[in-house]
């Protein structure tokens, strides 16, 4: 169904501050969980925010995000986020991340011991908003294999990164090392449907699988290279910066942050944004297949997505009634 953006945003800071998160940061975690379902992507939505209101009252997540510095230099932070909000934590990351990087050309910086830090898009694209390339990695919770293994001992380890354009949208690459996150397969389960499509998920034994009750493990992105990709994500945002990496994910994942300002490299800005729109023009222009109508971008189905979700974002009715079951169970007013 379709839900009113403001009203939803309003319903999301009214849950957050009813359970103790500062005004300021409720409004920051719900512009960025409102984005990911404007985006279309509603595993990492206000399909969510029952966890995280949950992982709060156990005192699993912070009310009030803070941290404290591990490493610091002019170029590279290192934070203790200390069992912070990772969308609100990591928002504050990106933007020294950028603060660093105008100042010095290039900025790295790594939060530990975080929580699910949700659509890694929206934190690249506020480097791009700001004319710099940004990629944007976490880990998390086993959700896959080793290649060749049957024991979840991985996480589907996101990866997001942006790039600034002039008139195209936004070029932004936010991919699970997995063919979909869990949290798509997450959404099924809640549907009722009995089926995920093939090549999604392995069962415990390792083998595929298309029913839902039997998915146990989802399938890396182009076999082993899915896998290889997130295991230099563990070892780039988790143990380089002494954060968490596999069943260890448990007790909080670790993220980073790292900023490029292409004037530092010599680049005229827009001189930069107008060789990366011809390059663009150059895919627009390829051949194509019979029965393709456009060549898309990175992101820009997306960005397509958010332009039109400005006043209403496409919520699934089971999921906004359990938005509504969760005011009625903390006796908030809110209600969609």
Known sequence: ?????????????????????????????????????????????????????????????KKKASHTVVVENPVLSVWDAQSSC???ISHFAMLEAIRKAKNFGIAFVGVRNSNHFG???YYSKLAADQGMIAIVSSTASPTMAPWGGKEKLIGNN???????????PTVTLDMAQSTVAFGR???????????????WAFDKEGNPTTKTDDVYSVVPIAGYKGFGLAFFIDIISGM????????????????????????????????????????????????????VEEIFMP?????????????????IDEVVDQLNALAERLGVEARL
């Open 185 to 199: 397969i997450d959404n099924i389960r809640t549907q009722g449907i009995p089926n995920v499509p093939e090549g």
């Open 119 to 121: 659509a890694g898009a």
């Open 158 to 168: 996101p990866l997001a990164l942006s790039a600034p354009t002039v008139d195209s």
């Open 240 to 291: 380089l910066i002494g954060g968490n990496t596999g069943a260890r994910c448990a007790n909080g994942p670790s993220h980073s942050f790292l900023v490029m300002d292409p004037v530092a490299f010599g680049k005229d800005i827009d001189a930069f944004k107008k060789e990366l729109e011809d390059r663009i023009a150059e895919f627009k222009a390829c051949p194509k297949k019979d029965g």
């Open 1 to 61: 169904m379709k839900v009113n953006v403001l009203k939803l945003k309003s319903y999301l800071v009214d849950v957050l501050s009813f359970v103790g998160m500062p005004e300021d940061e409720a409004k920051i975690f719900s512009d960025i969980l409102v984005q990911a379902d404007q985006r279309g992507v509603k595993s990492h939505g206000v399909m969510r925010i029952d966890g995280y209101v949950r992982q709060i009252e156990r005192g699993r997540m």
């Open 86 to 88: 990772a969308h609100v």
């Open 299 to 315: 992101g820009e189905i997306e960005e397509n997505c958010f332009s039109k979700s400005q006043e209403e974002a496409e919520i």
